[in-house]
């Protein structure tokens, strides 16, 4: 879901960028792709060392 912001920021963007305006999501996919398969490699090494420690008891400690 595209948030109101962005249709209110693109006539200001059309007239800072000009032609360079439909060059600017291309961009930003490129970035967005980049960053996705860094997290998608950084989980999985974070995945293969990860280790999990249960630490609750296994029955309830009653008082």
């Given amino acids: 879901m595209?948030?109101?912001g962005i249709f209110a920021?693109?006539?200001?963007?059309?007239d800072?960028?000009?032609s360079?305006?439909?060059l600017a999501?291309?961009?930003a996919a490129v970035v967005?792709?980049?960053n996705a398969t860094a997290s998608q490699t950084l989980t999985r090494r974070q995945e293969?060392?990860?280790v999990v420690v249960d630490i609750r008891p296994k029955e309830p400690?009653?008082?």
């Fill in 25 to 27: 999501p291309a961009l």
């Fill in 2 to 4: 595209i948030g109101a």
């Fill in 61 to 63: 400690v009653s008082r």
């Fill in 20 to 22: 360079g305006l439909l």
């Fill in 32 to 34: 967005a792709y980049c």
């Fill in 9 to 14: 920021a693109l006539g200001p963007a059309a």
């Fill in 48 to 50: 293969a060392t990860t």
């Fill in 16 to 18: 800072t960028a000009g």
